[in-house]
């Protein structure tokens, strides 16, 4: 079992940067891969960035993220990152982290755990 706490969301203008955080309970953290997930409203949840069960491994991100948000994780503390920087409106969201075992993958389906969120909002 793991469960899931974000934090960092707030209202920014563009341009700015956020790092948002997720913190894990459970002492399995390590063998799990880290997702990052966000919803716009009126829209489906969507993909943003993945990494595998190694704080220094595979990593995948949405086109639209790639090269402005960096995913890492801290074993040693529980916890997943997502550095935002160069934060556009269209980035307005709630983010959602989310855990599956080892691997990582770009599909929601595939993720078991879920946080309840933080919002990000980008104004103009």
């Known amino acids: 079992q793991v469960q899931l706490v974000e934090s960092g969301g707030g209202l920014v203008q563009a341009g700015d940067s956020l790092r948002l955080s997720c913190a894990a309970s459970?002492?399995?953290?390590?063998?799990?891969?880290m997702g990052w997930f966000r919803q716009a409203p009126g829209k489906e949840r969507e993909f943003v960035a993945t990494?595998?069960?190694?704080?220094?491994?595979?990593?995948l991100y949405a086109d639209s993220v790639k090269g402005r948000f960096t995913i890492s994780r801290d074993n040693a503390k529980n916890t997943v990152f997502l550095q935002m920087i160069g934060l556009k409106p269209e980035d307005t969201a709630v983010y959602y982290c989310?855990?599956?075992?080892?691997?990582?993958?770009?599909?929601?389906?595939?993720?078991?755990?879920w946080g309840r969120g933080t919002q990000v909002t980008v104004s103009s």
């Open positions: 989310a855990a599956r075992p080892w691997v990582v993958s770009t599909r929601i389906g595939d993720y078991e755990y």
């Open positions: 459970g002492r399995t953290f390590s063998s799990y891969a």
């Open positions: 990494i595998n069960w190694r704080s220094n491994g595979t990593t």
